[in-house]
């Protein structure tokens, strides 16, 4: 079974602070992205990546930034966090040109920024 | 531009009968179609999908149907069990060049014992 897990199931932290939401998956996946879910909006996709040092940004880039050093791990930064980035964030993984692209979440980590 | 739409935000349906999620898009260049199911606090999990090229695609209770003329496609549940509640979000994607997908704003389905 393929596993996606993130760091933090659920996650409190300050405005201003630097926020660090990290990702990994098991199955040797060459793609890799990163939602946020809020109501009413679905599933926006905020960066993703199809290799190692690779980073492509998606609809809402704007106040984050991405790392992904090795092929399994796959990091969402927050630079300076604030309240709009209260959020469910959810990572996913694939394979490159996978069956009808399916992709693979991981749980969620529901970010509070006070 | 929100290519994927799911028009209805929420649905409630009687136990045993049939659930029906209506998705629209506007791309006509989408390949794949997906529907996704989500719990509170988990991850989307993959339903089931549908190519460009097929009307529909069954597998058990679930059913999806396509229709490329009316860029609509519909997810039919039958019958509609207690644990079907949930959130559910169509997504599509093209099969080259672009891997993403893109999704719908999410459709909420409650089944009523």
């Known amino acids: 079974d393929v596993k996606v897990t993130q760091s933090s199931r659920y996650l409190v932290k300050r405005t201003g602070e630097k926020v660090f939401l990290e990702c990994v998956q098991d199955?040797?996946?060459?793609?890799m992205f990163w939602y946020r879910q809020d109501p009413g909006l679905g599933l926006r996709l905020i960066y993703f990546?199809?290799?190692?040092?690779?980073?492509e940004k998606g609809d809402i880039p704007e106040g984050y930034s991405v790392s992904r050093e090795k092929k399994e791990r796959f990091s969402l930064i927050l630079e300076s966090a604030s309240t709009n980035q209260t959020s469910m964030y959810l990572c996913?993984?694939?394979?490159?040109?996978?069956?009808?692209?399916?992709?693979?979440f991981g749980p969620g980590t529901r970010l509070t920024v006070l | 531009d929100q290519q994927v739409k799911q028009n209805s935000p929420s649905l409630s349906v009687q136990e045993g009968r049939i659930s029906i999620l209506n998705c629209d898009y506007t791309?006509?260049?989408?390949?794949?179609f997906l529907w996704y199911k989500k719990y509170p606090a988990e991850g989307p999990t993959f339903l089931i999908s549908?190519?460009?090229?097929?009307d529909k695609n069954e597998d058990g209770r679930f059913t999806v149907f396509l229709n490329k003329s009316a860029k609509h496609l519909s997810l039919h549940i039958v019958p509609s069990q207690p644990g079907d509640s949930a959130v559910y979000f169509c997504?599509?994607?093209?099969?080259?060049?672009?891997?993403?997908?893109?999704f719908g704003t999410g459709t909420r389905l409650t089944i009523i014992p």
């Open positions: 996913a993984s694939s394979f490159l040109g996978g069956s009808y692209n399916e992709q693979f």
């Open positions: 549908i190519s460009s090229i097929k």
């Open positions: 990546s199809y290799d190692v040092k690779m980073k």
């Open positions: 791309n006509s260049m989408f390949d794949y």
């Open positions: 199955m040797d996946h060459e793609n």
């Open positions: 997504a599509a994607s093209r099969r080259f060049g672009n891997e993403k997908l893109t």
